[in-house]
């Protein structure tokens, strides 16, 4: 004799704190664990499951909903292909991934479908506790909110969910217990000049050209000879990958006569090859080694040859991350023995300067800064203005 089938059991999926129910192999989400409602819907689908024969037609939630770790890794896919400049992933992708591994880390295994403003505004608890910087707590849970904005957008969760986490605004200057960020200073020339000798030629000249420009460091890295327009006696640089290229601002560069200087042995150098990097670090390489061949006083021992195929260095790129182009300044400062500084600081040094000669305006125009109201008639004004400045300094 057969042995009946027993009734499924209301069971309780500790994860998400929900009640489901087990009919056939598949789990039936039925609200929270314990509520009048869920009690409901389970004897409603019992009734519906022992009058069609034990079987069901079609279970309602039938699949287990998506879990927060789940949308957060399918997030990150997304964003290494989609947040890249010049073919290699940028920053943002990184600090995405800080924001995941903070979900991961409070709410991991919770569906994301009941992930509540609550559940952000205590994640925002943790990371301020931690001591974190206004301005990072509120850019991790823009990236938080970002996760839950491209699930809704791929119809992996309801629209709900991310309008719900709008409501959580960010912390406000002086009424929050999150400290403010120290503004980045400029650095000063004479550290500027003493760090330079310290520096492999090829960042020196970066650093040069960066400082007489106002550029930002992924401009002066992603340079190439075809980006140049040489046509006049300032050069115009207008790169097709910038900061704010995803708004649609343009971002014009000019050179004038001392950056033109610098410039000009390595666009010889490309020798017909417009779309190579200007600066590369495998350049930067072969200029060592071969400085180091000329100060080396015995021969290469075999034996220090079988070691270098044996145990290959990492392979240099053909152009320079921000990242590594800024380590180099900060082994040069650490080597001239003052304060280490960045590429952005060098930026703002050129802003003071040029905000102080010029006036604001002008330090707008050289620097780039994108301001919303700038109509095309005063477009056209501006980029003389800005030929004008660079003629003088540049």
Not at 6 to 31: C, D, E, M, Q, W
């Amino acid at each position: 004799m057969a042995r009946p089938k027993s009734v499924p059991g209301y069971l309780h999926h500790k994860a998400s704190g929900r009640a489901f129910v087990r009919i056939n192999g598949t789990n039936i989400y039925l609200g929270p664990y314990k509520s009048k409602a869920s009690k409901q819907e389970y004897d409603r689908i019992l009734k519906e499951w022992i009058s069609n024969d034990r079987q069901l037609d079609q279970a309602p939630c039938s699949e287990e909903p998506a879990t927060v770790n789940e949308i957060c890794l399918s997030f990150i896919e997304h964003a290494k292909v989609y947040y890249r400049k010049n073919g290699a992933i940028t920053t943002e992708v990184g600090k995405i991934k800080v924001a995941c591994r903070l979900l991961f880390e409070h709410c991991g295994e919770l569906p994301a479908i009941d992930f509540s403003r609550q559940h952000l505004k205590e994640i925002r608890k943790t990371i301020v506790d931690r001591g974190w910087k206004r301005k990072t707590v509120n850019e991790r849970m823009g990236h938080v909110k970002r996760v839950f904005k491209w699930a809704a957008q791929e119809d992996l969760l309801p629209a709900s969910v991310y309008q719900e986490l709008l409501a959580v605004a960010g912390l406000k200057r002086g009424r929050s217990p999150s400290p403010e960020s120290k503004p980045v200073p400029p650095v000063s020339l004479k550290d500027f000049e003493m760090t330079l000798p310290f520096c492999p030629a090829i960042v020196a000249d970066m650093a040069r050209i960066q400082y007489l420009s106002g550029m930002r460091p992924g401009e002066i890295c992603g340079l190439r000879a075809c980006d140049i327009d040489r046509s006049e006696d300032v050069w115009e640089y207008i790169p097709e990958e910038h900061k704010t290229s995803h708004h649609d601002h343009q971002r014009t560069i000019w050179f004038g006569e001392r950056a033109q200087a610098i410039l000009t042995p390595y666009l010889i150098d490309c020798d017909g090859d417009y779309d190579k990097f200007l600066f590369s670090p495998q350049d930067s390489m072969r200029l060592t080694n071969v400085e180091k061949r000329k100060k080396r006083l015995s021969k290469v021992q075999p034996s220090q040859i079988c070691r270098a195929k044996e145990h290959p260095k990492k392979t240099p790129g053909v152009y320079y991350l921000v990242s590594s182009y800024r380590r180099a300044l900060y082994k040069g400062a650490k080597e001239a023995g003052v304060e280490q500084w960045s590429p952005n600081q060098l930026r703002h040094t050129r802003a003071t300067e040029i905000r102080k000669e010029f006036g604001l305006e002008a330090a707008q125009i050289v620097l780039g800064h994108a301001k919303a109201d700038v109509t095309q008639i005063y477009a056209e004004r501006d980029k003389q203005k800005g030929k004008e400045i660079i003629r003088k300094i540049g």
